[in-house]
């Protein structure tokens, strides 16, 4: 055979070779292994804004399994150490890396393996169907974070979970705080709007309550609430509704991270209505009542029929946003879409 083209087959294969084996352009942070399985190995990019990819390890291939996991903390309800469960893959630190990151968990089968971020589920893959699940980092807000969770946990305990399941509970779970005019606080109860506060503080102790997941917050948290979030005076055209407080809740807690809204800016707005007689005088103190709770990343008065309403904006990905109404209904801001 002519020796050139012998040279070209073995180049053309041992390209072939190469691209079999998906070798990431990133730094190795660290490695889950349990004993007679493939390897899990988490590469980060970047430094700043690092992000974070999960490769499959089986011999010298590797494949990705994951792009963009979860690294924030406030993406998330609450975090912990760590998930009791068996079959958990030994960890493994890359050389100059900073705190753990993510945890592997295999089924009892061995057949399926999750990735864990501060106990939370974020993804899970099926070694045998190549099925996949996966929240992705900065896309999902908390609500939808702790319902694809219990998903990847059920799906991690050997359930039959479909792709059109995942993606339901996706859209059923973004403002899962919401429905309607009623409003969870916290995890234990609900309240009917409208809620009459005396006072600003009275009012947002009643947000630090639903930011911190229905615990009583200290003082010095509601202050820092109080002075993060932003109050807009908007005018209505309406006799029964002639002027609102728009405050749109934020929290720094001291640094330059938005912990309610992170990088999408995806969180609550609350509508508040003075009960002030007469808002040009200056008997204004009477409180307020609290008609209207919305979701998104932004809100904007409109009108419908004369009906003063408030349109908001979820971003869900870089080509989708999911829109919500909420018309005033004479005693609400109700929440119709």
């Known amino acids: 055979m002519n020796t050139k083209l012998i040279l070209w087959l073995a180049l053309v294969f041992s390209g072939a070779f190469v691209c079999l084996s998906q070798t990431p352009k990133a730094k190795i942070y660290e490695t889950h292994s349990l004993k007679g399985q493939p390897s899990v190995a988490i590469y980060m990019h970047g430094f700043v804004d690092s992000s974070f990819d999960a490769y499959l390890v089986e011999g010298q291939s590797q494949k990705l399994l994951f792009s963009s996991l979860p690294a924030l903390k406030s993406q998330f309800e609450s975090v912990t150490n760590s998930i009791t469960a068996t079959n958990y893959a030994k960890r493994a630190s890359g050389k100059n890396t900073g705190e753990k990151m993510y945890d592997v968990y295999w089924s009892t089968d061995l057949q399926r393996l999750a990735l864990a971020f501060h106990g939370n589920f974020v993804a899970a893959y099926d070694c045998q169907t190549g099925q996949k699940i996966q929240i992705k980092d900065c896309r999902e807000n908390q609500s939808q974070c702790t319902a694809l969770g219990s998903v990847i946990k059920r799906f991690l305990a050997g359930e039959a979970i479909t792709d059109a399941e995942v993606e339901d509970v996706r859209k059923r779970s973004?403002?899962?705080?919401?429905?309607?005019?009623?409003?969870?606080?916290?995890?234990?109860?609900?309240?009917?709007?409208?809620?009459?506060?005396?006072?600003?503080?009275?009012?947002?102790?009643?947000?630090?309550?639903?930011?911190?997941?229905?615990?009583?917050?200290?003082?010095?948290?509601?202050?820092?609430?109080?002075?993060?979030?932003?109050?807009?005076?908007?005018?209505?055209?309406?006799?029964?509704?002639?002027?609102?407080?728009?405050?749109?809740?934020?929290?720094?807690?001291?640094?330059?991270?938005?912990?309610?809204?992170?990088?999408?800016?995806?969180?609550?707005?609350?509508?508040?209505?003075?009960?002030?007689?007469?808002f040009t005088a200056l008997n204004t103190d009477r409180g307020f009542e609290l008609i209207g709770i919305a979701e998104g990343n932004s809100c904007k008065l409109a009108y419908s029929d004369g009906k003063p309403r408030f349109v908001t904006h979820t971003h869900v990905s870089a080509l989708e946003s999911v829109q919500g109404i909420y018309e005033w209904n004479g005693k609400t801001l109700e929440q119709i879409k």
């Open 174 to 278: 973004y403002s899962g705080q919401n429905n309607r005019s009623t409003v969870v606080v916290g995890t234990k109860s609900t309240v009917e709007l409208p809620i009459k506060f005396s006072g600003y503080k009275e009012f947002y102790t009643f947000v630090a309550r639903q930011t911190f997941d229905g615990m009583e917050p200290a003082d010095h948290l509601v202050l820092k609430l109080a002075a993060d979030s932003a109050t807009e005076i908007i005018t209505v055209e309406s006799k029964e509704l002639p002027y609102v407080y728009l405050v749109t809740s934020h929290f720094y807690d001291g640094g330059i991270y938005d912990k309610i809204r992170g990088v999408q800016g995806n969180g609550t707005y609350f509508i508040l209505r003075p009960l002030a007689e007469d």
